[in-house]
């Protein structure tokens, strides 16, 4: 009975994933994954508030506290940030001294827009944000404009993201343990739509078998 519901079960997730996210023209064809701006807004909504690490010369805490006005265009990915903090202190070293800078509290909103690449060959994703250019609001003092200008050390640099080193999915299904290697083939954006093309590659371990049905 167990093994009948869990067929029944992954049988279900595999048909309204197919009907619902995939696209697949012919069984030779990558598996086109299409996620639009309200999936990714939901999705970063759940990993809020996130942590800043802003380096060694900080201390106190400093948060993303929301992301809005998402916008996807031809590789191109732009959004608002708003950032909050609590008890900020900016400790730099100029030559052989150090100054401190208390800064407090921070309440500030900035914009950003990242460009990204994908070298199907090396499977690596190269992400550049670019932080705009801020006119500060009445609401926001030298304490948050120190903030942006900090923050533009992360700006305009590409990070690259090895997709080679993701971990395989492991399933059972039909009493077989499958191992499915995601392959990566193509990301790019188009229309407010992330799109992310996949080639899965099942391979079944003869070793692990699944565990007996008791029923």
């Given at each position: 009975?167990?093994?009948?519901?869990?067929?029944?079960?992954?049988?279900?997730?595999?048909?309204?994933?197919?009907?619902?996210?995939f696209?697949?023209?012919?069984?030779?064809?990558?598996?086109?994954?299409?996620i639009?701006?309200?999936?990714?807004?939901?999705?970063?909504s759940?990993?809020?508030?996130?942590?800043?690490?802003?380096g060694?010369?900080?201390?106190?805490?400093?948060?993303?506290?929301?992301?809005k006005?998402?916008?996807?265009?031809?590789?191109?990915?732009?959004?608002?940030?708003?950032?909050?903090g609590?008890?900020?202190?900016?400790?730099?070293?100029?030559?052989?001294?150090?100054?401190?800078?208390?800064?407090?509290?921070?309440?500030?909103?900035?914009?950003?827009?990242?460009?990204?690449?994908?070298?199907?060959?090396?499977?690596?994703?190269?992400?550049?944000?670019?932080?705009?250019?801020?006119?500060?609001t009445?609401?926001?003092g030298?304490?948050?404009?120190?903030?942006?200008?900090?923050?533009?050390?992360?700006?305009?640099?590409?990070?690259?993201?090895?997709?080679?080193?993701?971990?395989?999915?492991?399933?059972?299904?039909?009493?077989n343990?499958?191992?499915?290697?995601l392959?990566?083939?193509?990301?790019?954006?188009?229309?407010?739509?992330?799109?992310?093309?996949?080639?899965?590659?099942?391979?079944k371990?003869?070793?692990?078998?699944?565990?007996?049905?008791?029923?």
């Amino acid at each position: 009975m167990k093994r009948t519901s869990k067929f029944l079960i992954i049988f279900a997730i595999l048909f309204l994933i197919n009907i619902n996210t995939f696209a697949q023209k012919d069984a030779c064809e990558d598996i086109l994954i299409v996620i639009p701006t309200q999936s990714i807004l939901t999705f970063s909504s759940k990993l809020l508030p996130y942590k800043l690490n802003m380096g060694k010369y900080f201390t106190g805490s400093l948060w993303i506290k929301s992301i809005k006005n998402l916008k996807i265009e031809q590789n191109k990915i732009s959004f608002s940030l708003k950032i909050y903090g609590k008890d900020i202190i900016y400790t730099p070293k100029i030559g052989n001294q150090k100054s401190k800078i208390e800064l407090g509290n921070i309440n500030l909103s900035n914009d950003w827009e990242s460009v990204f690449r994908f070298e199907k060959d090396k499977k690596i994703l190269y992400i550049k944000p670019h932080l705009k250019d801020q006119t500060p609001t009445k609401k926001e003092g030298k304490k948050e404009i120190i903030i942006n200008t900090l923050l533009k050390v992360f700006s305009d640099f590409e990070y690259p993201i090895n997709l080679q080193e993701t971990n395989p999915i492991t399933a059972e299904f039909l009493g077989n343990v499958l191992n499915i290697n995601l392959d990566v083939s193509n990301i790019y954006a188009v229309n407010n739509k992330l799109m992310i093309e996949l080639r899965p590659i099942p391979d079944k371990d003869d070793k692990k078998k699944p565990p007996a049905d008791k029923t």
